[in-house]
């Protein structure tokens, strides 16, 4: 075999050079231009100026792009003349990046966390109280517009605030890094974002979340067993709920987290015995007592959860209703009340510990007990039908996605007023606009500012029914 020469390693390097030709022209120090995906090419590279017109549901800032293509953008105020770059593009619709805010609009204030660009989850915090207001308003209405085909809003709508938006949340949802660190989950890179101190979170939470971000070693990799975590504060003993949601395949034993949290904090692990027993206990107006279990929902705003029962009572009163359906009643934060104010009813949920926890405070004050039940709620609101049963009110708490599915048979329940207690403006609409074309009046249109800092809030709309508006 002959040596091989120039001319051989020569014709090699071509050859290697044809099939790798990004590796060889980064050697030779050579530019590459590595292909991206269509999608997230910026085929404007150089910045553009935008001005923001609005807020749109999600709470990015909504503004157009120079030949007025529509773009989304965070972080971004109305009024704001921002330079916009990094466009991309998903599923058709434009998003961008604030590169330099070159004049505020008259809300835009400076967001007082130092994480909330990286947390995202008070996406609104760069906007004044009253800012938050008017946002809130346009989303609502830009939904009734959009989804509610127009429907016309009440000349009046209350917005109903307690408080500086601060301090306000009851609840934390924290998620568990590989390294055994706590904090919330960021929605661009999926990161855990270490968290010592929440703002909008009560001070009991706080000092949790002081102990966890200084955990020793030993307890950080306890905490590697976790997938999440929920924390629960009330006035009232247990002031402190724990509540652990294990990785997959992973067995817990609260006992061993104990040391982790507060005194007297109770810790329960999801899917236990005790996630189902253990209860912590809210003030409900007249005097009513809610006792929710670790493992049911509550609402995270308790000081706003009172305004919106107590406004309820209000309206079934002035209305002089005397039987009512509660479809998604939870641990009984309206059936209660209403039971108080000496109406009759039924009570539906599908989750049983709430219900069950329901009943026993109806029970131990000397109310009615017996219409508390767990099943699906469309279901249980078939047979109400097939009875021949008859409510003057239909209530209706739904999930996000709302009670399209239940409103129907609702009707067919002829009630004199059906009210939606809604987290989803668009949801609402739609709801909303159903009831009124099966003959349904807006009688009232309330937003409660559940969630200050944030896009979101709960709306109360009263729709009252037309005699024999069953289809």
């Known amino acids: 075999m002959r040596p091989r020469g120039q001319a051989d390693n020569l014709l ?112 609104l915090m760069h ?54 660190r706590v904090g919330f989950l960021s929605p661009r890179s999926k990161q855990v974002v270490p968290v010592e101190r929440c703002l909008v979170a009560e001070p009991l939470l706080n000092t949790a979340l002081a102990g966890l971000a200084v955990l020793s070693d030993e307890a950080r990799r306890l905490l590697q067993l976790c997938d999440q975590l929920e924390l629960r504060a009330s006035e009232l003993e247990p002031r402190l709920i724990a509540r652990l949601i294990p990785k997959p395949k992973v067995s817990l034993q609260a006992r061993h987290f104990v040391s982790l949290f507060p005194p007297d904090t109770r810790v329960v692990v999801e899917g236990s015995v005790d996630d189902a027993q253990v209860l912590q206990h809210y003030h409900l107006p007249d005097d009513v007592l809610l006792s929710v279990p670790a493992c049911a929902f509550t609402q995270i705003n308790q000081g706003i959860n009172v305004s919106l029962v107590r406004d309820l009572v209000k309206a079934v009163k002035l209305r002089s209703l005397h039987s009512f359906v509660d479809a998604y009643a939870g641990s009984g934060n309206f059936t209660l009340p209403l039971l108080a104010a000496d109406l009759v009813g039924e009570s539906i949920d599908c989750a049983a510990a709430g219900i069950l926890a329901a009943r026993s405070v109806a029970r131990d004050r000397g109310l009615p007990f017996d219409g508390f039940q767990v099943g699906d709620a469309k279901v249980l609101l078939e047979s109400f039908v097939r009875a021949r049963r008859r409510f003057d009110l239909v209530l209706l708490d739904p999930p996000r996605h709302g009670a399209k599915d239940v409103l129907p048979v609702a009707l067919r329940l002829q009630p004199q007023c059906i009210a939606i207690v809604a987290c989803d403006p668009v949801s609402l609409a739609r709801d909303v606009a159903s009831l009124v074309a099966a003959g349904g009046t807006i009688e009232q249109l309330t937003v409660y500012d559940m969630f200050p800092q944030t896009h979101h809030m709960e709306v109360l709309a009263i729709v009252e029914m037309p005699v024999g508006s069953a289809p």
């Open 127 to 180: 906007l004044s109280l009253e800012g938050q207001r008017q946002a809130k308003f346009e989303i609502l209405d830009d939904a009734f517009r959009r989804v509610g085909g127009g429907l016309p809003l009440p000349e009046k709508i209350e917005f109903v605030r307690l408080g500086d938006g601060l301090a306000y949340r009851s609840r934390l949802r924290l998620h568990v890094d590989r390294n055994g």
């Open 12 to 123: 090699l390097f071509l050859a290697f050079f044809w099939r790798n030709p990004t590796w060889t022209r980064l050697r030779l120090g050579f530019p590459v231009h590595l292909k991206q995906p269509k999608h997230m090419l910026d085929d404007r590279p150089q910045p553009e100026v935008v001005y923001v017109e609005r807020i749109a549901p999600g709470g990015d800032g909504l503004g157009r792009l120079p030949q007025g293509e529509l773009v989304f953008i965070k972080a971004a105020a109305p009024g704001d003349q921002i330079e916009v770059g990094n466009v991309t593009r998903r599923k058709g619709i434009a998003h961008g990046e604030i590169r330099s805010v070159l004049q505020s609009g008259p809300e835009r204030i400076e967001p007082i966390c130092p994480i909330t660009s990286s947390c995202g989850g008070c996406n």
